[in-house]
């Protein structure tokens, strides 16, 4: 079989195909947990160590709760120890034929496989502003630390754990941080032992927040806001939109899985989390659709299981 993404539910997909003795490839567009890479430099999971173990394989972090570089460490360990075969800066694009007879291309080479388990996560595409101005250099969809900000005046645009991550860091790293956010608060969804530092920043003057406002314009050195009092401007010289992510669709639609709903939802059966297309298979966060709080980490190890539990009940009917 393929596993398309070596994501920690790629890489969990993986141990359970090598436990069960089956011949199989993981293609990983970046490198190794590439989202996790792609994560802040200093980002602590909302997760305890413990629960994101896998493969019996003990995740040691110093705290309780891991951060990012300890977690791509533990994460490459788990690969190097099962011996997990991947094909890095590979990337997926097509998928035809049927079940036992699966025809995989991607960008470097062509696959014929029984199997297919897309594993390829919701960090690769922001939530787009969609305003004027949005493609200049000074916007950033992806935070990684805060040294570039020192000194500037900075616009965070949202309200849950990345934007207020980013707008924490970068003040106190000397930015003039103001937080944009359209709703009236900061998300209660907050990891709980951040939220207080937050409200408090914002409570005392150091960290501005305009609440019930949106961006309306980018400008080279400004933004044009607007909330129920009209329009307004103010000075500025970069923007974090930390404003979410969402699966790859483009993809998924490649890929012939079918959407539902209104969060746009992949198909798949929640017994065995094989899609619309017969033989191919969904795991990881990406089952969520655009509801990016359904899946963590944690509670999606357990796909890995169920996939090849179905997967070695049907094996005999494509030899």
Not at 282 to 305: D, K, M, P, W
Request: some cysteine; overall charge negative; charged content about 25%.
């Amino acid at each position: 079989m393929i596993i398309i993404g070596a994501g920690p539910i790629g890489l969990a997909c993986g141990i359970e195909a090598r436990k069960a003795g089956l011949d199989f490839l993981i293609i990983e567009k970046g490198t190794l947990a590439n989202s996790i890479y792609n994560y802040p430099v200093n980002m602590t999971f909302f997760s305890t160590s413990q629960k994101l173990e896998m493969g019996d394989i003990p995740f040691m972090s110093i705290e309780n709760k891991p951060r990012r570089t300890e977690a791509l460490e533990y994460y490459r360990r788990v690969s190097q120890a099962y011996g997990l075969p991947i094909n890095y800066y590979e990337e997926a694009t097509t998928v035809t034929g049927k079940a036992g007879e699966f025809t995989v291309t991607t960008s470097k080479a062509t696959y014929h496989t029984k199997f297919v388990i897309v594993a390829t996560g919701f960090y690769d595409v922001p939530n787009y502003l969609n305003v004027p101005g949005e493609e200049l250099s000074k916007v950033a969809h992806y935070y990684k630390e805060p040294w570039p900000y020192v000194g500037q005046k900075v616009v965070v645009i949202g309200a849950g754990n990345s934007a207020v991550d980013a707008a924490l860091e970068c003040w106190r790293k000397g930015a003039d941080v103001t937080m944009i956010i359209q709703h009236e608060a900061i998300d209660r969804n907050v990891k709980y032992w951040v939220l207080p530092d937050i409200e408090n920043r914002i409570k005392e003057g150091s960290i501005k927040a305009l609440f019930n406002t949106k961006v309306k314009e980018i400008h080279p050195k400004s933004l044009l806001l607007e909330n129920e009092s009209g329009d307004f401007e103010i000075e500025n010289d970069f923007v974090l939109a930390m404003t979410g992510y969402k699966p790859n669709y483009p993809l998924l639609k490649k890929f012939e899985i079918d959407l539902i709903d209104e969060n746009q939802i992949p198909c798949f059966d929640q017994q065995n989390h094989e899609t619309n297309r017969k033989g191919m298979y969904l795991a990881g966060v990406v089952c969520g659709g655009l509801n990016t709080r359904s899946y963590f980490i944690e509670n999606s190890i357990e796909h890995s299981q169920k996939i090849l539990s179905d997967i070695k009940e049907k094996i005999h009917l494509y030899k």
